[in-house]
């Protein structure tokens, strides 16, 4: 059985996230999509709201679990018996900063082979900073996150703005 982890920040998950896990889970027998910790990331929600963000626009994917992970990657591959990492590319950044990624994976833990999957083109853009950035400014996001991370961002939105 091959087991691949896709793993990322998914703060939020966006409609080009959920895009690779469709694919990717027809690959594989088992794809675990990992929140993990990008030290050099503030988000917004918390690991708990985006794993359940996660686990309510992967339900009907039979072979989708979700889990969460701080520490590194290739740890949590080895105590899982895991050795495929999915990942998007959406353009050539996506490929330069992917190819440093899979290489210094594979240097720490030799058996971590990393796959690229190209991003559909309609999200080539896309990204989790550009829909809380524009999501600031009443733009609708239907056509950029699932139906049902948007009462979360909606909700996220208005905590945000009583803050401050
Ligand atoms: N569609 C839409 N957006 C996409 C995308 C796609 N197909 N692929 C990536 N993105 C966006 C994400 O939304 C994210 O946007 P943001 O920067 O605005 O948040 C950005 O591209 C990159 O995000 P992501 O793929 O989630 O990567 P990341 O940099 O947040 O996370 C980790 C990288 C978590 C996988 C990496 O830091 C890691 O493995 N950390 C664990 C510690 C470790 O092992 N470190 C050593 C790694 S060599």
Redesign the pocket.
Known sequence: MTIAIY?????PV????L??IRRASKRFDKLIVCV????S?HPWFTIEERKEMLAAVTKDFQNVEVDS?D?????YMAQNDISVIV????NIE?FE?EN??AR??KS?AGFAETIL?F??PR?TF?????V?NVGKYGVDLQQYIPPQVIPKMQQKLRDISAAV
Request: glycine letters at 10%; charged letters at 20%.
């Open positions: 793993p990322g920040s998914f703060d966006t409609l080009g996230h895009d690779i993990m910790v990008n030290s990331k992970f520490g590194l990657l290739v740890d990942r998007g590319a959406r996506d900063a440093v990624m210094a994976n720490i999957l991003s559909d999200y896309l990204s989790s900073s550009f809380k």
